[in-house]
């Protein structure tokens, strides 16, 4: 069974950064393509960043490209991180981390971030309020 542990929400104030953790158990992510969602109060989740396995391939959202980062533990396989640097009001949301085995995925990690339905596994989600 996958299961996904989001952690490091928190709040943070307009300019600062936080590092959002996933851990998985069940898979791998040298084997497993990572998504991040945000879903804000009101509105669809927001595919924001996601990177195939090991993120030979990564695509960001014009929304966060170049203020988030997606990265990998080398030293731990099963945890991937999300960089936010220089957070604004409308970052504001529960943040949540999505896996899907690279093996099933036939499109762009660029579409896969497009659409929810394209991955099965999601984390519980973590909640990140940024003041102005």
């Known amino acids: 069974e996958v299961r996904l542990v989001e952690s490091g929400g928190g709040a943070a104030q307009a300019g600062g950064s936080l590092r959002l953790s996933c851990a998985a158990s069940g898979f791998t992510f040298d084997e497993s393509a990572i998504g991040w969602f945000r879903q804000a109060p009101g509105k669809a989740h927001e595919g924001i960043g996601c990177a195939t396995a090991n993120t030979s391939s990564t695509y960001y959202s014009d929304s966060v490209k170049g203020r988030f980062t997606i990265s990998t533990d080398n030293n731990a396989k099963n945890t991937v991180y999300l960089q936010m640097n220089n957070l604004k009001p409308e970052d504001t949301a529960v943040y949540y981390c999505?896996?899907?085995?690279?093996?099933?995925?036939?499109?762009?990690?660029?579409?896969?971030?497009?659409?929810?339905?394209?991955?099965?596994?999601w984390g519980q989600g973590t909640q990140v309020t940024v003041s102005s």
């Open positions: 999505a896996l899907q085995p690279q093996r099933e995925i036939r499109v762009t990690i660029a579409t896969m971030c497009l659409y929810v339905t394209a991955w099965d596994h």
